[in-house]
C-alpha cells in the first residue's frame, strides 16, 4: 500500500491484517483530513480482499490516537464547514462497525476523543496495561460533542451512567478501569499485547452485552437518566455559559448519538455548538494549555530521579506526594518528624486513592522516604523549599541547602509571597535559585509558577520547566515581583471580596456572586481554604496593612484561621464550610434580589481589582503577554474558562 502516507495497511499469512497509524510529520496521531480520507481508501482495499480480522495499531511512541486535528475543526468555522466534518467521521466509522470480518483496536498510550470513537467501532478493544494508556472522550472540554459515533456507541457498550459520566466531564479513564467498565475485553501487559490481540480477533467471541436494565436505560427509560443527567450538570456548568454538556444528553437521548440529526434551530444543534462564544473561547484555552505544555520541552543533560522536599506542611507534603505519583524517589525533610509522618498519612491515602491498586500504592510510597536530617539533599536532582513565608528563615536554610547540594541539582523555592531575589541576596550563586511555585491543593491545580528572578541563570529556568512538565504539571514562566502573577491577582480580588462583608453583605451573597459568574468557588470560601493567615501575609506583601479588611483583622487575631482551625468568614465541619444561602446585602448597593443569587452586579465589583491586576502585570512584562496572563489566571484561579481569561474577557465586549 506503497500510495498510503499515513497507514500502512501488512498482511500476514494467517489472514490478519494490521492497519498501523504513523501520522507523517506528526509525533502524535491525529484524526485529520488527509488520514480518514486514507482509512477510507483502507476500507476499500479490505472489501476487495477481506482479511480474516484487521487489527488497528499505532507507530507511535506517544500513544494510540490524540484524537482530531483540532486546528481542521478551528478552521471549520462555519456551520456548513462543521457539519461537513462531523458527516466524513460518522460515516466513515459507521462503515467500520459494519465490516464482515472481526476487528479489534490495540490500544497502548492515550487514546482520545476520536480515537476512542474508533475503538468504540472496531468489534474488539485491548488496553495495554501502562500508565499512559487512557481513553477518553474530551470534546465537552472544547464547547462540542463526540459527534463520530461515541455518543451512540460508548453508552451501548458500558451502560449510560458510565458513558455520560465519561463524555459530561472528558475524563480520561485508565486501562483497568476501561476493562473494569467495559470498555477494553482485556487489560494486557505490552509483552503480550500483539499475540493476544490476534487470539482474540479469531476467536469468535461474541461483543459485549449489556444487562437488562443498563439496556432498558439505554432504550425506554432515557428519560430518567436524562433527568438526572441534567440535574448533575446544573449544579456546575449553566447552560448559557457552557452548552456543550446539555447537547450531549440531549443528542443521546433524542437523536440516538447523532449529532447531524439535530435540527439547526435547537440550541443543542452543531450550528448552535459552534456559533456560541465558549466554543471559541474553550478552544482558545485548549491552545493556551499546548503553549504552557512547550515551556516544559526536555533541557539538555537534566532527566530528574530524585527530589528533596524541605518542608513537610500540607504543600511540602502534598509536592512530594505528587512527585512520588509521576514516578520520582522523593526525600522529605522537616524539623519535626510528627509533620513528616503525617504527610506520608496523607500520602498513603493520595496514592490508594488515585492508583486505585494497593500494591501500586504501596510500591510508590516507598518511594517517599522521610528524612529529618536532610541526608538526601547530597544526592537530589532537584530540591524544592516548601517551609514558612519568612524571609530570614528561608534565607538561612538555602544557605544550608547550597552547601551541601550537588553543583548540578535544581534549587528551588515554593514561596507565595517573596521576591525570589531577596532570597537569593544571601547565596554565592544566586543564579542557581529558581521559583518553583505549586497551587494548594497541589494535586488538583494544574499550574506551576516558574520564576525567573534577576540573578536566575536561563538554563536554570529551562530546567526548572521541564521539571514541572516531568511531573505533569503546566509550568508558566514569570518574571519576578511580589505575588509573580496568581497570588498578584488574587489578593485585591479577595480584599475586596471581605470589604463587601465590611459593608454588610453577606459571605454566602459575595461566594454566590462569583460562582454565578463561573468561578470554582466564592472568594470568601477561597480565603477561608488558604488559611487566613496566608490571606493576612500576602495582603501585606501585595495590598497594603493599613487596607486590611477588618473582619479578616478581627479573625485573624482570635485564630481563627478558616478551614485549618475550624473557623473563620464560615464555620466548618468534615472540612466543608456551613453556608446559611445567599442574603440580600445590608446596602442596597447591587442588584441582588433573592430570586438573583448569582447577581452579576455584585460580581462586575469583584472583578475589577483582579482585571486591572492582571493588565498591570501584562503591562510591567512579569508575564510576558496577555494570552500567558489568561492562561495563568485560568489554570492558576480556576477563572471562568468560557470567558477565554481575564484578557480575553476585557477585549471581548462581554466586560
Not at 496521531?29 to 488520514?35: E, R
Not at 443528542?251 to 435540527?263: F, I, K, M, R
Not at 510576558?624 to 484561579?637: M, N, P, S
Amino acid at each position: 500500500m506503497s500510495e498510503f502516507k499515513h497507514w500502512r495497511l501488512e498482511r500476514e499469512a494467517d489472514g490478519v491484517a494490521w492497519a498501523i497509524l504513523d501520522t507523517a510529520d506528526s509525533s502524535t496521531n491525529t484524526l485529520g483530513a488527509a488520514v480518514m480520507t486514507e482509512l477510507g481508501l483502507l476500507l476499500d482495499e479490505c472489501e476487495r480482499q477481506p482479511p480474516k480480522g484487521l487489527v488497528f495499531k499505532s507507530a507511535k511512541e506517544a500513544g494510540f490516537i490524540a484524537g482530531a486535528n483540532i486546528e481542521e475543526f478551528v478552521s471549520s468555522d462555519t456551520p456548513e464547514k462543521a457539519r461537513a466534518l462531523i458527516q466524513r467521521g460518522w460515516d466513515t466509522y459507521n462503515r467500520l462497525a459494519a465490516v464482515g470480518y472481526p476487528t479489534l483496536a490495540l490500544v497502548r498510550g492515550h487514546c482520545m476523543g476520536g480515537g476512542t470513537e474508533l475503538a468504540l467501532a472496531c468489534r474488539y478493544r485491548i488496553a495495554v496495561d501502562e500508565p499512559g494508556t487512557k481513553f477518553a472522550l474530551p470534546e465537552v472540554m472544547l464547547g462540542i460533542v463526540p459527534g463520530w459515533g461515541g455518543m451512540l456507541r460508548l453508552p451501548q457498550l458500558v451502560g449510560p451512567a458510565a458513558a455520560l459520566d465519561m463524555m459530561l466531564t472528558g475524563r480520561s479513564i485508565s486501562a483497568p478501569r476501561a476493562k473494569k467498565l467495559g470498555l477494553a475485553d482485556e487489560c494486557l501487559p505490552p509483552g503480550d499485547m500483539d499475540n493476544a490481540a490476534r487470539m482474540l480477533l479469531l476467536s469468535g467471541r461474541p461483543p459485549r452485552r449489556l444487562p437488562l436494565l443498563q439496556r432498558l436505560l439505554n432504550g425506554p427509560l432515557k428519560g430518567f437518566v436524562a433527568r438526572g443527567a441534567r440535574k448533575q450538570v446544573a449544579k456546575r456548568a449553566p447552560p448559557e455559559h457552557y452548552p456543550a454538556p446539555y447537547a450531549i444528553i440531549d443528542q443521546w437521548q433524542n437523536y440516538g448519538g447523532d449529532t447531524l440529526a439535530v435540527p439547526a434551530g435547537r440550541p443543542t444543534s452543531l450550528a448552535a455548538l459552534v456559533s456560541h462564544p465558549t466554543t471559541r473561547n474553550l478552544i482558545r484555552v485548549f491552545f493556551l494549555q499546548d503553549r504552557l505544555k512547550g515551556f516544559g520541552k526536555e533541557a539538555a543533560g537534566f532527566s530528574p530521579h530524585h527530589v528533596h522536599v524541605v518542608g513537610a506542611g500540607v504543600m511540602g507534603g502534598d509536592i512530594a506526594a505528587w512527585c512520588v505519583l509521576r514516578g520520582m524517589t522523593v526525600t522529605l525533610q522537616d524539623l519535626s518528624k510528627e509533620q513528616i509522618a503525617a504527610a506520608i498519612g496523607r500520602a498513603a491515602t493520595f496514592l490508594e486513592k488515585k492508583l486505585r491498586d494497593g500494591k501500586l500504592a504501596r510500591l510508590a510510597l516507598d518511594r517517599l522516604i522521610a528524612d529529618p536530617d536532610g541526608d538526601g539533599l547530597r544526592q537530589a536532582d532537584v530540591i524544592v523549599e516548601a517551609i514558612y513565608e519568612d524571609l530570614a528563615a528561608k534565607q538561612a536554610l538555602f544557605a544550608g541547602i547550597e552547601a551541601r547540594a550537588r553543583p548540578d541539582a535544581l534549587i528551588a523555592s515554593n514561596t507565595s509571597s517573596l521576591k525570589l531575589a531577596d532570597i537569593a541576596a544571601t547565596l554565592r550563586n544566586p543564579a542557581r535559585l529558581v521559583g518553583i511555585h505549586f497551587f494548594n491543593p497541589v494535586t488538583k491545580m494544574p499550574l506551576v509558577e516558574v520564576v525567573a528572578g534577576a540573578a536566575t541563570g536561563p538554563e536554570v529556568a529551562q530546567r526548572a520547566a521541564a521539571f514541572v512538565r516531568r511531573i505533569d504539571k503546566l509550568p508558566l514562566p514569570l518574571r519576578d515581583a511580589p505575588g509573580f502573577l496568581v497570588n498578584a491577582v488574587l489578593a485585591p480580588y479577595m480584599h475586596e471580596a471581605m470589604r463587601c462583608v465590611d459593608e454588610g453583605i453577606a459571605p454566602e451573597t459575595v461566594d454566590a456572586a462569583m460562582v454565578g459568574f463561573g468561578m470554582p468557588l466564592g472568594p470568601i470560601e477561597l480565603a477561608d481554604t488558604v488559611g487566613l493567615d496566608v490571606v493576612v501575609a500576602a495582603g501585606r506583601q501585595l495590598v497594603g496593612a493599613a487596607d486590611a479588611p477588618k473582619k479578616l483583622v478581627a479573625l485573624f487575631a482570635a485564630g481563627k484561621l478558616g478551614r485549618k482551625s475550624g473557623q473563620g468568614f464560615y464555620a466548618w465541619v468534615d472540612g466543608k464550610p456551613q453556608k446559611v444561602g445567599a442574603c440580600r446585602p445590608a446596602k442596597r448597593n447591587s442588584r441582588q434580589t433573592e430570586s438573583d443569587p448569582a447577581n452579576p452586579a455584585l460580581a462586575q465589583r469583584l472583578l475589577q481589582p483582579l482585571l486591572a491586576a492582571t493588565q498591570r502585570l501584562v503591562r510591567e512584562g512579569i508575564v510576558a503577554d496577555a494570552d500567558l496572563a489568561d492562561a495563568g489566571v485560568i489554570f492558576g484561579t480556576g477563572f471562568a474558562p468560557y470567558t477565554g481569561g481575564p484578557m480575553n474577557y476585557l477585549t471581548s465586549g462581554e466586560h
